[in-house]
């Protein structure tokens, strides 16, 4: 047993599923990357760069502290790890992070339009509104500092600008049920658009009542 195992196996775990499920853009895509924080580390356990998923073992997910150096790896960290310890470093209450190329959340970074919680269970698991990051070129320190730059508003999922989504959770499996969460409302909020007929939207008091109730978990 590796001292990270627990960490690597449900990074691993994760991004199997993802990839199963055409969340990575292909049923055996790899387009996105996942990492765990190691509590009360500045460690996390990351997908590695540029490799499928599907035949991955536990070994294979890099253990990398804050300054991107190695602790625990056979392969180069995701290209995008800049970018989730910049979340680490912003939000304490986010131990997970998942960065897809989901299809129906696309569609929202090309239109650059934000989709706000339509559902009791957005407002309540996600957040009242579900942003735009403006773009910057992937695994730049510009797309890092410009998610960065975001996560005032305490929301889980986030709209990456003509790239793809991230979803947060207090633990990996809250993150990767917002990102289905996520799939869920961009999905149903593209059908309504095309309908052409106005969106209901959720009374303010309910929005209001599910954001005190998410500050006080
Ligand atoms: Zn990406």
Redesign the pocket.
């Known amino acids: 047993m590796g001292k990270y195992d627990q960490e690597q196996k449900a990074v691993l775990d994760c991004a199997k599923w993802l990839s199963e499920h055409g969340y990575f853009g292909g049923f055996r895509g790899s ?3 996942i990492s765990v924080k190691v509590a009360n580390q500045n460690i996390i356990a990351i997908t590695p760069s540029g490799r499928p998923y599907w035949d991955m073992s536990i070994g294979d997910i890099s253990v990398m502290d804050f300054e991107l150096k190695p602790v625990e790896a056979k392969h180069a960290p995701s290209k ?1 790890a800049g970018m989730h310890v910049a979340i680490y470093q912003h939000r304490s209450d986010v131990q997970a992070v998942v ?3 989901q299809t129906y959340a696309s569609i929202f970074s090309i239109i650059n339009l934000s989709i706000p919680a339509l559902f009791d269970e957005i407002a309540n698991e996600i957040g009242a509104l579900i942003e735009i990051v403006p773009y910057a070129i ?1 695994g730049s320190a510009e797309l890092a500092q410009n998610v960065a730059g975001r996560l005032g508003n305490q929301c889980l999922c986030y709209i ?1 600008q003509n ?2 989504a991230l979803s947060l959770g207090a633990t990996i499996d809250q993150a990767w049920k917002n990102t289905e969460l996520l799939e869920k409302a961009a999905q149903v909020y593209y059908h309504a658009l095309l309908t052409g007929r106005e969106i209901s939207q959720l009374p303010k008091e309910t929005i209001d009542y599910f954001n005190k109730m998410r500050e006080s978990k």
Do not use: A, M, Q, V
């Open positions: 387009g996105g990357n995008e960065h897809t190329h992937s990456l790239h793809g």
